[in-house]
Nanobody, 124 residues
Framework: VQLQASGGGLVQPGGSLRLSCAVSGRAFSNYVMGWFRQAPGKEREFVAG????????KDADSVKGRFTISRDIADNTVYLQMSSLKPEDTAVYFC??????????????????WGQGTQVTVSS
């Protein structure tokens, strides 16, 4: 499985961005897709996850009500719509895949495949 993240950039506080993760490779219909982020000097943390099959989602408390994860099965793409962005959302964002799962895990080491990361900077 190959993951290609894109869509990061510089945005002002309160603004919005949409990240995309293009997924390719072997069949991943039983995978869980996740977004993680890592700020300088901090550990990589879970942001949101979605089951590819059923579209069930899970969000970190820090982004509830502001971020939305979704997937487009036809385009093999996972999205992270981010709104009401705050400076503390500044980080490198990674998409990841957890194979053969029907529930969403939140630890980075539990995910098998990773994209290259895309920088999100929230600053005025």
């Amino acid at each position: 499985v190959q993951l290609q993240a894109s869509g990061g950039g510089l945005v002002q506080p309160g603004g919005s961005l949409r990240l995309s993760c293009a997924v390719s490779g072997r069949a991943f219909s039983n995978y869980v897709m996740g977004w993680f982020r890592q700020a300088p000097g901090k550990e990589r943390e879970f942001v949101a996850g979605i089951t590819w099959n059923g579209g069930f989602t899970k969000d970190a408390d820090s982004v509830k009500g502001r971020f939305t994860i979704s997937r487009d099965i036809a385009d093999n793409t996972v999205y992270l719509q981010m709104s009401s962005l705050k400076p503390e959302d500044t980080a490198v964002y990674f998409c990841a895949a957890d194979r053969l799962r029907s529930y969403i895990r939140v630890k980075a080491y539990e995910y098998d495949y990773w994209g290259q990361g895309t920088q999100v900077t929230v600053s005025s």
